[in-house]
């Protein structure tokens, strides 16, 4: 029985084993460390980090207009 292999072929665990390398390397999140208001040092995923960054805060007219709101009375 000779090796019938063409030149340049993949064996099946070199394939599986680049599968997994792969699928390893995609799946694993970038993590970020940040501390807490109490100190304590934590990982973050970064991309929850930039959506949090990119949010626009309210401002305090936009606070002052929701609490006198019309609607929000009950009547």
């Not at 680049?18 to 109490?38: C, R, V």
């Not at 304590?40 to 949010?55: G, H, M, P, S, T």
Request: proline share 5%; glycine share 6%.
């Amino acid at each position: 029985m000779g090796n019938n292999k063409k030149p340049g072929t993949k064996t099946r665990r070199g394939f599986f084993t680049e599968l997994l390398q792969g699928s390893a390397n995609t799946s694993k999140p970038e993590m970020i460390k940040m501390l807490t208001p109490d100190g304590q040092l934590v990982e973050v995923d970064k991309a929850i980090y930039e959506k949090a960054v990119q949010k626009k805060k309210a401002s305090n007219k936009e606070i002052f207009d929701w609490m006198n709101n019309p609607s929000k009375k009950n009547s």
